[in-house]
C-alpha cells in the first residue's frame, strides 16, 4: 500500500497512459484511436512534469536576497514538454486531415467497416 | 568559406529546413523541385566534405555546440565515422531520388500540391538527416517527429493512385507516436537516472551507476534498465524489426513511388543507426548486451525477420509490397549484423546499411518506372517488360542479383562479413539463417525476374524506355550497388573506420 502513496503520481501516470493504450488497441473507429494517441501522449507530459517536482520546492525564479536557501524545482522538464505538446498537437492535425480524406474517400472512418470494403474488392 | 566550413553540422540540417519552409510558401508552380534538388545537391556535398573532416582529425569525432552553448547545457551535435557514413547514405540517395523525382511525382500527385510535397520531402530529409548528427536525446526526438510526420503526409500522398495510402497512413501514424513516445518515456527514465540529456553525458554518468550495481546498495537499477526497455522498443517499432514490422509493407506499396524508394533506402536505416547509437554510445554494449542479454532477443527477432520477412515476400503478387517485405528481412540482417557485437559484425551492419539502400533505393526506382509507364506494380503488370524496358528491368534484375548476395553485387561483400561474424562468434544455426534467407530471396527474385523476361503480354501495348531523368538516378544506384560489389575497399574502410569507433568506446 505504502509503494502506491508514495508514488502516486507515478500511478496516475501509469493509468492515463493505459487508458489510452487501451484506446488504441481496441477501438475500430480511426477518431477515437487518434483521441487514445492524445491522452497516451498526455499520461507522458504528466510523467515528464511530476520528474521534475520537488517537495517545497518553487517555481525557477531568482529572488533577490535569500536566493542562495531556495529551493526550486526543476524547469527543464516543462520546457521539453512544450516541445512534445507541439509534436502532439502536430501529430493529431495530420491524423485528424488523414481522416478526413479517408471519410471522403470511403464514406466510413471505421477501421473494420474499411477493411471488409478493401476486402470485397479482392485487394 | 571558413565560417561555412565551420558550422558545417549545423548547416547540413538548417539548410533542408530553411528551404522547405521557402518552398511552401513560393507560389510558382514547379519551382519546388528545382528548390528540392538544389538543396539535396548542397547536402550530399556538406555530408561530403564532413565525413572528410572527420577522417582527417585523429580522433575521428567533429564537435558543434549549438549557439555555444557547452553541452550538456546546449545542444550539441557530434559527428563520427558511424553517422558520418549515415550521413553520406541519407543526403547520396535523396539527392539521387530528388533528381528521379520531378516526372514521377508529377504523374502521381495533384499539380497544385506539388509544392508542399516538394517541402515535406525537404522535412523529412532535415530529420533523418538531424536524427543522425545530433548528440542529444531530446533532440533526437523531436527530430524523429519532423521525419515521422512529413513521411506520414508523404505516404498519405498517394490516395490519388490507390486510397489504401490513407489507412496505410493512418496506421503508420498511430504505431509510429506510440515508438516515438516509447523513446521518449525512455529519455524521461535515463533523465531520472542521470540528470542529462547529452547522449555522451549520460554515457559517462551511467558509469557509477552500473558500478554500483551488485553492490549492497545499487542506484537507479530499475529506472535506467526500464529506460532503455522503452527505448529499445520504440526505436523497433521505428526501423520495422520483426515483430513490430506491422506497419512497414503497407505504407511502402501504396505511397507515391518516390516516396517508397526514399523510405526504403532512407528512413529504416536511421532507425537502425539510432538503435546502434542507443546500445553501443549511450548505454555501452557491456551493460546492454552484456548484463541484460539484449543480443539475444535481437539475434531471434532479426532470424525471424529474415526467415519470415522473406517467406511473406515469395507470397506477394504486388512487386512493391514484395520488396517492402524484403526490406523487413534485410533489416533482420542490419540488426543481426550489430547483434554480433564484434568488428565483423558491425562492419556488415554498416556496409549492409549502404549496399542495401543502393539495391532497395535503385530497385523501387525501377518500380517507379513501371508505374509510370505501365500504371501498375502488380506480377501480371510486369510481364514481358524484358524487351520493352530492356534499361529499366535490367537494373532491376541487377539490384535483385544483389538481394540475394550473388558475387560481384554488394550484397555479397554484406552477406560475407555477417557469415564471418557469426562464425567468428561460433554461431552456426545464425549462419544458416543467413544462408536460408539468401536462398529464399532466390526464390522471391526469380518470381519477378521469370515474370518480367518470360511472361507473355495478352494486351501488346506499346511502352517506352523510361525518359532520360528517370532511367539515370536508376542506373546510377545499381550501378554504384554493382561497383561497391567489385571493389568493395570505400565501403568496407568506412565501416572499418565506424566499428573501431563503436567498439572502442565499449565501457
Known amino acids: 500500500m505504502q509503494i502506491v502513496l508514495d508514488y502516486y503520481n507515478y500511478w496516475a501516470c501509469i493509468l492515463i497512459m493505459m487508458i489510452g493504450f487501451y484506446g488504441i488497441m481496441a477501438k475500430s473507429n480511426l477518431v477515437k484511436k487518434v483521441i487514445s494517441l492524445a491522452i497516451f501522449q498526455t499520461g507522458i507530459l504528466v510523467f515528464y512534469i511530476s520528474t521534475g517536482k520537488i517537495d517545497g520546492g518553487t517555481g525557477p525564479v531568482r529572488v533577490a536576497d535569500g536566493a542562495a536557501e531556495a529551493v526550486y524545482s526543476n524547469p527543464l522538464p516543462h520546457a521539453l514538454m512544450l516541445t512534445a505538446i507541439v509534436v502532439g498537437v502536430s501529430t493529431m492535425a495530420v491524423a485528424l486531415a488523414i481522416i478526413v480524406n479517408i471519410r471522403q474517400a470511403y464514406g466510413t472512418i471505421d477501421e473494420i467497416d474499411i477493411e471488409t470494403m478493401e476486402h470485397e474488392r479482392g485487394e | ?507
Not at chain 2, 360 to 379: D, S
Request: proline letters at 3%; one cysteine or more; charged letters at 10%.
Open chain 2, 1 to 507: 568559406m571558413e565560417l561555412i566550413r565551420h558550422n558545417l553540422p549545423a548547416l547540413i540540417v538548417v539548410t533542408p529546413l530553411v528551404m522547405g519552409l521557402l518552398t511552401s510558401i513560393i507560389g510558382r508552380r514547379g519551382l519546388g523541385w528545382w528548390m528540392a534538388m538544389a538543396t539535396t545537391a548542397a547536402g550530399l556535398a556538406m555530408s561530403v566534405q564532413l565525413l572528410v573532416d572527420v577522417l582527417s582529425q585523429g580522433d575521428r569525432t567533429v564537435e558543434y555546440l549549438m549557439g555555444n552553448w557547452p553541452v550538456p547545457f546546449g545542444i550539441g551535435y557530434s559527428v563520427d565515422p558511424l553517422n558520418a557514413t549515415v550521413l553520406l547514405i541519407v543526403s547520396l540517395l535523396s539527392a539521387v531520388i530528388t533528381l528521379y523525382a520531378r516526372k514521377s511525382v508529377a504523374s502521381e500527385v495533384p499539380a497544385g500540391k506539388l509544392n508542399f510535397f516538394y517541402a515535406l520531402w525537404l522535412f523529412c530529409i532535415t530529420g533523418l538527416l538531424g536524427i543522425t548528427i545530433t548528440g542529444d536525446a531530446f533532440n533526437l526526438y523531436v527530430l524523429l517527429e519532423i521525419s515521422s510526420l512529413s513521411t506520414y503526409t508523404l505516404v498519405a500522398l498517394g490516395k490519388e493512385r490507390n486510397r489504401r495510402a490513407l489507412t496505410a497512413a493512418v496506421n503508420y501514424v498511430v504505431l509510429g507516436s506510440i515508438g516515438a513516445c516509447f523513446y521518449l518515456v525512455g529519455v524521461a527514465y535515463l533523465y531520472m537516472a542521470t540528470g542529462s540529456l547529452n547522449i555522451a553525458d549520460i554515457a559517462e554518468r551511467l558509469q557509477p551507476i552500473y558500478a554500483s550495481w551488485g553492490t549492497e546498495a545499487p542506484i537507479y537499477q530499475k529506472t535506467v534498465i526500464t529506460g532503455f526497455a522503452f527505448m529499445a522498443v520504440g526505436l523497433s517499432l521505428k526501423l520495422a524489426l520483426f515483430p513490430l514490422h506491422g506497419w512497414l509493407p503497407n505504407a511502402y506499396t501504396y505511397a507515391p513511388s518516390s516516396v517508397s524508394a526514399l523510405l526504403a533506402s532512407t528512413a529504416t536505416k536511421v532507425g537502425a543507426y539510432a538503435f546502434i547509437r542507443v546500445v553501443f554510445t549511450l548505454m555501452g554494449v557491456g551493460f546492454a548486451f552484456g548484463r541484460l542479454h539484449t543480443d539475444v532477443a535481437l539475434m531471434l527477432c532479426s532470424g525471424a525477420a529474415i526467415l519470415v520477412g522473406s517467406w511473406l515476400a515469395i507470397r506477394q503478387n504486388n512487386v512493391k509490397k514484395l520488396l517492402a517485405y524484403s526490406s523487413i528481412a534485410q533489416i533482420g540482417y542490419i540488426a543481426l549484423g550489430f547483434a554480433l557485437a564484434n568488428k565483423d559484425g558491425i562492419t556488415a551492419s554498416v556496409i549492409h546499411l549502404f549496399n542495401h539502400a543502393l539495391t532497395k533505393g535503385g530497385m523501387f526506382l525501377a518500380l517507379g518506372v513501371v508505374m509510370y509507364r505501365v500504371g501498375g506494380t502488380r506480377l501480371q503488370d510486369l510481364r514481358g517488360l524484358g524487351r520493352k524496358l530492356p534499361l529499366t528491368m535490367g537494373a532491376f534484375t541487377a539490384g535483385g542479383l544483389g538481394l540475394i548476395g550473388v558475387p560481384l553485387t554488394s550484397g555479397f561483400i554484406s552477406k560475407w562479413y555477417l557469415v564471418s561474424a557469426c562464425l567468428e562468434q561460433g554461431r552456426y544455426e545464425l549462419a544458416g539463417i543467413v544462408l536460408v534467407g539468401s536462398v529464399l530471396a532466390l526464390v522471391y527474385v526469380w518470381r519477378v525476374v521469370e515474370t518480367i523476361y518470360f511472361g507473355k503480354r495478352e494486351d501488346e501495348v506499346t511502352v517506352r524506355e523510361a525518359p532520360a531523368s528517370m532511367l539515370v538516378p536508376t542506373l546510377i544506384l545499381v550501378g554504384a550497388s554493382i561497383y561497391f560489389g567489385v571493389d568493395s575497399s570505400f565501403t568496407t574502410h568506412l565501416a572499418g573506420e565506424a566499428a573501431d569507433f563503436l567498439l572502442k568506446v565499449k565501457p
